[in-house]
């Protein structure tokens, strides 16, 4: 009987830690429009063990308002390298939800859940959710592809404001890639 207990305990603790926290998204789809329109971001740091959305290394996608489609999904523009470091570019397909800065995106035959934390002019903190998995990843964005530490560090202070930043913390360094 204690085994059945204990194996009850295991599972349900286990099933428990490994879920992810859905913050509420920063603003509307609305705010988030008049302050990223047109401007390239870069995933300049992640905290957290990589999720498997688009790649380990520092990535760039834009934001546009013909990316929003009236079916309520957004179609940004993105480029990343490789495991092999060639340049791909693709075209996310997000469902917005709720007119909201969360966006349910299948991707590589994987469901995430990328909820915008906090959004400025300069920077933008996000959460990656693996739904299968139950593993989060947090990225800082910066609209500028040279590393600003300063606008990093002041991202990561707003950030954990809202959600608990998972380790470890790597810089993505995007000022390896060509974009």
Request: aromatic share 16%; glycine share 4%.
């Amino acid at each position: 009987m204690w085994q059945f207990q204990v194996c009850f305990f295991t599972l349900f603790f286990g099933a428990a830690f490994s879920q992810c926290v859905y913050p509420n998204p920063a603003s509307n789809l609305f705010l988030k429009k008049l302050l990223l329109n047109g401007k390239n971001w870069y995933a300049q740091q992640r905290f957290g063990v990589p999720t498997g959305f688009i790649t380990e290394k520092c990535w760039k996608t834009s934001f546009h308002l013909s990316d929003i489609h009236l079916d309520t999904t957004v179609h940004p523009s993105t480029v990343y390298f490789d495991e092999r470091n060639n340049k791909q570019e693709t075209k996310i397909v997000a469902n917005i939800i709720g007119l909201k800065n969360k966006y349910y995106i299948p991707y590589n035959n994987t469901d995430y859940m990328l909820t915008d934390i906090k959004i400025t002019h300069n920077y933008v903190v996000s959460q990656v959710c693996d739904m299968s998995k139950g593993r989060s990843e947090v990225l800082i964005f910066t609209s500028q592809k040279r590393r600003n530490v300063w606008l990093i560090l002041k991202a990561t202070r707003e950030a954990s404001k809202f959600v608990k930043l998972p380790s470890p913390s790597t810089n993505t360094q995007c000022g390896k890639y060509p974009f």
